[in-house]
């Protein structure tokens, strides 16, 4: 399995940007396609975005599309999310999560889970 580790998460204003990282490990990252996801308190597990194995190809939740951004580099095992526009109802706890089979737009396409990384966007 590939391992996963998020950062970048912090508390942000509203209406700033933060981008998230997540650096991959242990198995050959252009194997996977990768997503972000996001669980809220009390809350159930939301597909955030993902993106294939190549970079090409992208999908967005309609919640976040046009402000958040995902892309990655394999040259460096690293997936981002650049999110803008930040609003209070993104305050979650951000995983990124790694696919193998190719589908990256459910929380049970990911087979494997980072430990995730608060973000914080206070009313």
């Known amino acids: 399995q590939v391992q996963l580790v998020e950062s970048g998460g912090r508390l942000v204003q509203a209406g700033g940007s933060l981008r998230l990282s997540c650096a991959a490990s242990?198995?050959?990252?252009?194997?996977?396609?990768m997503g972000w996801l996001r669980q809220a308190p009390g809350k159930e597990r939301e597909f955030v975005a993902g993106?294939?194995?190549?970079?090409?190809?992208?999908y967005y939740a309609d919640s976040v599309k046009g402000r958040f951004t995902i892309s990655r580099d394999n040259a460096k095992n690293t997936v981002y999310l650049q999110m803008n526009s930040l609003k209070p109802e993104d305050t979650a706890v951000y995983y990124c999560?790694?696919?193998?089979?190719?589908?990256?737009?459910?929380?049970?396409?990911?087979?494997?889970w980072g430990q995730g990384t608060q973000v914080t966007v206070p009313s």
């Open positions: 999560a790694a696919s193998q089979f190719g589908r990256y737009f459910l929380p049970s396409d990911f087979g494997s």
């Open positions: 242990g198995r050959t990252f252009r194997d996977y396609a």
């Open positions: 993106i294939n194995w190549s970079g090409g190809n992208t």
